[in-house]
Structures are given as structure tokens and as C-alpha cells.
């Protein structure tokens, strides 16, 4: 039989909370165990996910048309069947409190000689190692995100952005986490709409439907229905969130067919559904420290809906892939990354993020091999998987031009004043992505380094696969490939290959090559 094994370290292994573990008589105080963010299985052995989708609530109304049950302690306690709808409302709250830290670097735990030089490196900083990340662990094959931050702090928010400010020259990518130091507390009431019911409680409460039909909660005067349950905990403003707790399956359904339109071809759509799970597992652990919740429903974590955005297509794309995730040959699991269209080439991870080349994340063709003469490969119609089908015809080539006023506005976003002469390419990428380029015209030249940076700073280009023309009156024309930084899956692409007959594993071997399809569950 197999048998999963889950374990959660991460910051809550150093922090005074993980020492506090109840008894097993003892009631599970929720709260807390919200904000350790264990991971715990459905039946199914699917890992489930805390997702929170509304916060800084005073009043929210939680429904189910035959009735909705309270769990006080979670799924280990009482369960009181309620009212068909309950309404919450706070009546107390006090915040928590949180402290930062910046991290100077970040290290895979995976890497131990790493983690040692890096520790022996920066041990004059005065840093302190801070680990992160969850592992899941099934016989031989581990799922492990966790990583150590080598940090400066406890600091104020604003003390971090100063270290941060100092320290950004010699640690390029350097990044503030926060960690909570005191969990909020507060009291809430559940009532039916007529008081008939009430239930006062600190904390916490699950809520889960009482019957088959599922729950929904009522906000901004609509409501959105979900599957799982529902737990209403404090923030650590002192108010209330909402969280949706539901197996990763359930969730990868709910927001698949904002990744790929449903009308995909079904290969792609597997292929497409693999990847999500693979990032959804990446990012679980890593973000969202001080919440009692893995992911947010905001765009910043991956918009999500409930059941409101299902279609049955991308649906049976998450079934048909059901626990499937890739990993490189050392068993650890692929950072799966995507982008709407590569252009005709892939880029390598190193060149948009930094960090260290990752054997699965090498940018390769994504059809007949770059003309390394950018000017005649922009001459010639794409001949790349990405252009295939119609629509992504328009994502893998485009033009647009800015007007000398257009780019004034968005270059003193980057603190460049003046009048543009000239836009120079410094580096270029394996894809012909501009990694550096330097901006003529000021008071001293200015160089940009990033794909992100330059395309942001050029008013939001596509991507920064491109050549310029000057145009008269200071205008310049941009001709380009691609949409995103192409690193990993290309969506276009994977709908190309899909309708030319290629199946979901043959179309993740290409984008991460070496890697492992497994089943984890
Ligand atoms: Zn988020
Ligand atoms: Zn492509």
C-alpha cells in the first residue's frame, strides 16, 4: 500500500508557536492551526489547500439550500447543524503582530553544499537561516519546496525597506518576508437570520455544507459557491477572513480555465494542467506567511472563483491528470513555469530570474531553429509552434509604436529624464529576449537589466524579444515575438503541438526537457 508521510517545517519551525502541539484529547485550537498552514490529505490522498478569498471582513453570510453545519474546532470536534444560511459577525477583534526580515539569499534545502557555503559566505553579515517550504514525502519520491533565507532583522516594515534599500547593490535579489510574532484573537457570532440560532466563538470555525449541495458565501450581494468547506478565522488586522478549504484537484478546476481557454485542444489542456499543479505545489509554503491561508483568490496568486468559473472541459483535463506532477531526474519536483508564447524560442530560467541554470528550464526551438539575424527572422512569417493555431498568431508576432511623449512618461518610471536618441541592445538572451538594454538621450546614458523591467519600462511591451525602428518626431517602432518571459511551457505552443496530433507527455517533455510525468497520488 502506499502510504504518504506529510510534514510541515518551514518559519513555523523556528517560531515559538511549533512547540505548542495539543495532546490528542485535547480540543484542536483551529486558529492556530491555521496559521501553522499544515498540510493535511482528503480520502483521495490529494494534499488540500487553504485558499483565502476574502479579507478584512466585519459580516459575512455563509449558505447551503439544506442546511450548513459549524465545526467550533475543525473536522476533529463537534459538528452543529445550523440554518440554511448563517450569518458571522464580528463583535471583538484584536491584530496580530508581524516582523520582517530580508532576505539576502535563498537556498533550495535540496542543495546542502549550497546551504553550507552560502552559511559560511554570509555568516559575517550577522544573518540568521530561516527556512521555508513544506515536504511531502511518498517512498522514494519527495515533494520538497523547502528553502533557507539567509536574513537580516527582525526589522519594522519600514526598516526593511531601508535594509533593503542599502543592500540591493551586492544581493540583487534580495526580498523582505515577514513571519508573525502574536496571532490575532477575536469573537464572532453565527446566527440565523432571525437569532433563533446563535453560536458565539473565538477565533475560528469551519463550516461545511450539511447535505450533497455545496457551500456558497454571500458577498458584495452575490454569491459564490464552493467546494469544500469554509472556515471564517481572524486576520492579523483583528478582522475576519475567508477561507475555502478544498483538495488541490478541486482547486487546479477552479482555475484552469483562467490559464488555457477551455476551447484548447484537450492534449494541451492536459499538459497545461500538469503545469498549474506542478506551480500550485511550488508556491504552497512560500508565500502568504503571515495568513492562515496557502494561497490568495487575487490575481498575485491565481484568480479564483469556486465553482462559478468550472467548464467541463478544462475539468476533465485536472481528471485526466489527476495527481500527476513532473519531476527532474533527482526526484525532486519541475519548477513548471509557462508563458503565453515563446515567440519561436524559449529562454533559459537564469536569464529572467537570475539565480542558478536549471537543467529542466533550458530555453530551446519551439519549431525550425532562431535565425540568429533578428531582422530577417522578424522579415519571415513564424514557422513556430506557437503560430500555428489562428489566435496565436497575434501573440507570437506583434508591432507597436510609442510616441516620444508615451515613452517620457513610462522611462521616468525607471528615472530617466529626457528626450530618447537611440534604444541599444546590450544582451540578449538564447531566445533573443533583451536582458540589458541601454537608453540614449538623457543626461547619462541609463542601462535597464531585466526582460520585466524593459518591457515595463517601454509601456508594457509583450515581451522583450524585439527590434526597434526610429520613426520621426521621436517615435520608435517595436516589431516582436512573443507574449511573457518564455521560460518553460509555451501555451500557444502546447496548443500547436496539441492540434498537430502531439500527446500531454510528449509536449512536457519538449518544454522541460529531462524531466519525470509521475503520478504523487
Ligand atoms: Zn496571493
Ligand atoms: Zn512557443
Not at 455563509?62 to 450548513?68: D, Y
Not at 470536534?77 to 477583534?93: A, D, F, H, L
Request: some cysteine; overall charge positive.
Amino acid at each position: 500500500m502506499r502510504k504518504i508521510l506529510l510534514t510541515l517545517v518551514g518559519l513555523l519551525a523556528l517560531s515559538p508557536l511549533a512547540s505548542a502541539t495539543a495532546a490528542a484529547d485535547e480540543p484542536v485550537d483551529l486558529l492556530k492551526t491555521l496559521y501553522q498552514k499544515r498540510f493535511t490529505l482528503d480520502h483521495t490522498g490529494a494534499p488540500l489547500v487553504l485558499i483565502g478569498v476574502a479579507s478584512g471582513l466585519d459580516a459575512v453570510e455563509i449558505s447551503s439550500p439544506e442546511g450548513v453545519d459549524l465545526l467550533p474546532n475543525g473536522t476533529s470536534g463537534v459538528r452543529i447543524s445550523g440554518p440554511k444560511t448563517v450569518k458571522i459577525t464580528r463583535t471583538s477583534g484584536t491584530p496580530g503582530r508581524v516582523q520582517y526580515y530580508l532576505a539576502l539569499e535563498a537556498v533550495p534545502l535540496s542543495d546542502p553544499d549550497l546551504v553550507a557555503k552560502t552559511r559560511v559566505r554570509l555568516a559575517p553579515r550577522g544573518v540568521t537561516a530561516r527556512e521555508q517550504g513544506y515536504v511531502i514525502s511518498m517512498g522514494p519520491r519527495m515533494l520538497d519546496t523547502r528553502r533557507v533565507l539567509f536574513s537580516l532583522g527582525p526589522y519594522t516594515a519600514p526598516q526593511a525597506s531601508e535594509a533593503m534599500a542599502r543592500e540591493r547593490a551586492a544581493f540583487p535579489h534580495a526580498f523582505v518576508h515577514a513571519e508573525f510574532a502574536t496571532l490575532p484573537s477575536g469573537t464572532f457570532v453565527a446566527a440565523s437570520g432571525d437569532n433563533a440560532f446563535r453560536v458565539t466563538q473565538t477565533g475560528a470555525m469551519a463550516f461545511e455544507p450539511t447535505a450533497k449541495s455545496p457551500l456558497a458565501y454571500h458577498l458584495d450581494g452575490k454569491a459564490h459557491r464552493v467546494d469544500g468547506r469554509l472556515i471564517i478565522i481572524f486576520g492579523m488586522d483583528g478582522r475576519l477572513i475567508l477561507v475555502n478549504e478544498l483538495s488541490i484537484e478541486k482547486y487546479l478546476e477552479g482555475i484552469l480555465p483562467s490559464e488555457m481557454f477551455p476551447s484548447a485542444p484537450a492534449e494541451a489542456l492536459k499538459a497545461q494542467a500538469v503545469a498549474a499543479r506542478g506551480q500550485v505545489l511550488a508556491k504552497m509554503g512560500q508565500r502568504h506567511n503571515t495568513d492562515p491561508f496557502h494561497l490568495c483568490s487575487k490575481v498575485h496568486c491565481q484568480a479564483y472563483d469556486g465553482l462559478e468559473k468550472g467548464d467541463p472541459r478544462t475539468d476533465l483535463a485536472v481528471r485526466q491528470t489527476a495527481g500527476q506532477v513532473l519531476f527532474d531526474a533527482a526526484g525532486f519536483p519541475a519548477d513548471t513555469v509557462y508563458s503565453s508564447s515563446c515567440g519561436g524560442h524559449g529562454e533559459h530560467n537564469e536569464n529572467v530570474w537570475g539565480g542558478k541554470p536549471n537543467p529542466l528550464l533550458r530555453g530551446r526551438p519551439d519549431g525550425p531553429p532562431l535565425d540568429k539575424d533578428l531582422s530577417r527572422f522578424f522579415r519571415q512569417p513564424s514557422r513556430s509552434f506557437c503560430a500555428r493555431l489562428p489566435g496565436g498568431a497575434g501573440a507570437s508576432r506583434w508591432k507597436v509604436v510609442r510616441t516620444a511623449t508615451e515613452l517620457q512618461q513610462s522611462l521616468a518610471t525607471v528615472g530617466f529624464s529626457g528626450k530618447v536618441t537611440d534604444l541599444v541592445p546590450r544582451r540578449r538572451g538564447v531566445s533573443g529576449r533583451i536582458l540589458e538594454l541601454e537608453i540614449r538621450g538623457g543626461a547619462k546614458p541609463l542601462v535597464l537589466s531585466g526582460e520585466l523591467v524593459i518591457r515595463r519600462a517601454l509601456g508594457g511591451l509583450r515581451s522583450s524579444l524585439f527590434v526597434h525602428k526610429k520613426l520621426k518626431d521621436g517615435a520608435f517602432e517595436f516589431t516582436g515575438a512573443g507574449f511573457g518571459h518564455g521560460v518553460g511551457l509555451c501555451q500557444w505552443g502546447a496548443m500547436g503541438r496539441a492540434s498537430g496530433g502531439q500527446k500531454a507527455p510528449e509536449i512536457l517533455r519538449h518544454y522541460y526537457p529531462g524531466s519525470l510525468l509521475q503520478k504523487l497520488y
